[in-house]
T-cell receptor, first 111, second 118 residues
Framework: RKEVEQDPGPFNVPEGATVAFNCTYS??????FFWYRQDCRKEPKLLMS???SGNEDGRFTAQLNRASQYISLLIRDSKLSDSATYLC????????????FGGGTRLMVKP | GAGVSQSPRYKVAKRGQDVALRCDPI?????LFWYQQALGQGPEFLTY????????KSGLPSDRFFAERPEGSVSTLKIQRTQQEDSAVYLC????????????????FGPGTRLTVL
């Protein structure tokens, strides 16, 4: 079983839709949580950090549930430019700053 | 300013050939990471340097993989006797500070080297 798991998708949604991704992690001793975005044939880029209290950045909302060991990302009012792979990332305790990635969830927003 | 750069961007190797992949981190960044990303998968950690010291090489898949960062800046990932299963994108990332900081220090990724072993 992978340490960080995501539904690979693809999620095909129309413009303007709201879409949510979940991610589960296996190690309760986890320190930090993030969502990264990766465009096709490009490098991953940090989208946002995830905090227990939940955090919002424009159309994007991230939430962490430590008790259930899952992380979510909600995208409202989807744009064509949101089409990408979204990577759930965890830093486990005592792992320094080593990032553990999920397999990614692919989102395709259609006109 | 300049980001992380990697070269070559693409490499095709015959099985059994040795390859060397280069990473130029952001100037002044202490930490440097190598990740391997297979097709359709998320990146997986290979190794970590803090300045010139290789502090973690637990992700290197075999002793055919070797990494160095002799002067604490540029790093090279070498793969000896390449096999087809080594085909992947090799990503390098750097961050400003080293371990021991309580808050996350963002890792900036390079564009990767796409290695294809025939």
């Amino acid at each position: 079983r992978k340490e960080v798991e995501q539904d690979p998708g693809p999620f095909n949604v129309p413009e303007g839709a709201t879409v949510a991704f979940n991610c589960t992690y296996s190690n309760s001793a986890s320190q930090s949580f993030f969502w990264y975005r990766q465009d096709c044939r490009k490098e991953p880029k940090l989208l946002m950090s995830v905090y227990s209290s939940g955090n919002e950045d424009g159309r994007f909302t991230a939430q962490l549930n430590r008790a259930s060991q899952y992380i979510s990302l909600l995208i409202r009012d989807s744009k064509l430019s949101d089409s990408a792979t979204y990577l759930c990332v965890v830093i486990f305790n005592n792992a320094g700053n080593m990032l553990t990635f999920g397999g990614g969830t692919r989102l395709m927003v259609k006109p | 300013g300049a980001g992380v750069s990697q070269s070559p961007r693409y490499k095709v190797a015959k099985r059994g050939q040795d390859v060397a992949l280069r990473c130029d981190p952001i100037s002044g960044h202490v930490s440097l990471f190598w990740y391997q990303q297979a097709l359709g998968q998320g990146p997986e950690f290979l190794t970590y340097f803090q300045n010139e010291a290789q502090l973690d090489k637990s992700g290197l898949p075999s002793d055919r993989f070797f990494a160095e960062r002799p002067e604490g800046s540029v790093s090279t990932l070498k793969i000896q006797r390449t096999q087809q299963e080594d085909s992947a994108v090799y990503l390098c990332a750097s961050s400003l500070v080293g371990r021991g900081y309580s808050s996350y220090n963002e890792q900036f990724f390079g564009p990767g080297t796409r290695l294809t072993v025939l």
